[in-house]
């Protein structure tokens, strides 16, 4: 069951599926109980004295229109209306009631906003042009407002509840933007605080050795150990502000992640089993754990979409002036993201990207029956005088 409902919400194809055969095993459990000829008066004959069973034939188009609604919406209502036609002249049944429904709801779902206003503007001129004929028809205006009630329940109703829908989904998505930029600017707050402890630390060694240097009496060997651990102190200031500026400039991705301290917590939030090696590694630059923290958090997400019952082994080492981290994860099936654009494929580049920009490297790919992500990175870059 819970791997049904995981496909479910995955896969929108299963769901129109899903939906077009219990709309026709409905439908046809209403044709079945006598629930026809609901818009003609029951002393007339259908047309051409056709059987009962021929509702079934304008229940399997509408159903089958249902299949293509996603893709194709406007289409889809086109051979709905058809078939609804087509039942009408049967004599009409509760079935390609639902069948119409689902329809113009779609259409007002994922149709463009042009075909969206044709459908709305038709939908009232329908509703209208009944009433008043229909009205005039009878001579009784209960009539009238019965026929109206009616095309309106029937007609207007999945349009506004479609638009109503769409805009909850818009009002979702500005309130994902405002958080997204609320992150970005708490991210950076979060990068200037970084930025300031690791710079004034720097700034603190320099004026300590220099002030020692000064309080004593001039030696030259001494003076000159000084003056290289000043200029190590300096140069190393200038390289954490400069790759943090880098990173910031990336217009591609301007929020850069937390540092090799949060790795455990995100091991943790990722919701897979993951057995994680991870050193006790000092002295790292920030820019270098925040990298190798957005690498990891980029190869489990990419788990998570992919082989989400993978078990996951994350290990990071310090070899000399070289941090090591692989993500491993045993092969699975693959999962059914519904839609391409739930993958976007920019994961791996962007990894190899960030990696580059430090002067290190990621490969990624299958080894045996596991899948493995191994990052290179350098702890201290040359900086030319």
Not at 123 to 133: L, Q, R
Not at 368 to 375: F, I, K, S, T
Request: hydrophobic fraction near 50%.
């Amino acid at each position: 069951m819970e791997a049904i409902r995981a496909l479910w919400r995955s896969s929108p194809s299963f769901q129109d599926r899903v939906t077009a055969a219990a709309t026709f095993a409905a439908g046809l459990a209403f044709n079945i109980v006598g629930l026809t000829d609901v818009w003609v008066d029951p002393g007339i004959d259908r047309l051409a004295g056709a059987p009962a069973w021929w509702h079934t034939v304008p229940l399997v188009v509408g159903c089958l229109a249902m299949l293509g609604k996603r893709r194709h919406p406007m289409l889809a209502l086109g051979v709905g209306v058809v078939a609804a036609l087509a039942d009408l002249a049967l004599g009409g049944s509760i079935a390609l009631v639902l069948v119409l429904f689902d329809l113009i709801f779609s259409a007002g779902q994922f149709a463009s906003d042009r075909a969206r206003a044709a459908v709305t503007t038709a939908v009232f001129v329908i509703i209208g042009t009944a009433t008043v004929v229909g009205g005039l028809a009878a001579g009784e205006f209960r009539i009238a407002v019965f026929i109206g009630l009616q095309l309106t329940t029937l007609l207007f109703v999945p349009l506004w509840w479609s638009a109503n829908l769409r805009t909850q989904r818009k009002l979702g998505e500005l309130a994902a933007e405002r958080s997204a930029r609320e992150a970005v600017l708490a991210e950076r707050a979060a990068m200037a605080r970084d930025l300031h402890d690791v710079i004034a630390a720097h700034l603190s060694t320099t004026a300590m050795h220099s002030g020692g240097v000064l309080a004593l009496p001039p030696d030259t060997e001494r003076d000159r150990t000084a003056l290289g651990a000043v200029r190590a102190s300096s140069l190393a200031a200038l390289e954490e502000m400069r790759s943090m500026i880098m990173l910031l400039r990336a217009a591609d991705d301007p929020v850069v992640p937390g540092g090799l301290d949060r790795l455990p917590q995100l091991v943790e939030a990722a919701g897979l089993p993951v057995d994680s090696h991870l050193e006790d590694v000092e002295g790292v630059p920030v820019v270098v754990g925040q990298t190798v923290y957005r690498i990891v958090r980029e190869a489990l997400t990419n788990v998570r979409k992919h082989a989400p019952d993978a078990r996951v082994h994350l290990e990071l080492t310090r070899a000399g002036e070289q941090l090591t981290v692989t993500v491993t994860n045993t092969l699975t099936h693959v999962a059914d993201l519904g839609h391409d654009a739930l993958s976007a494929g920019t994961g791996l580049p962007s990894m190899r990207e960030r990696a580059t920009l430090l002067g290190g490297e990621v490969t990624a790919g299958r080894d045996g029956d596991l899948w493995r992500v191994h990052a290179t990175l350098p702890l201290r870059q040359e900086v030319r005088s």
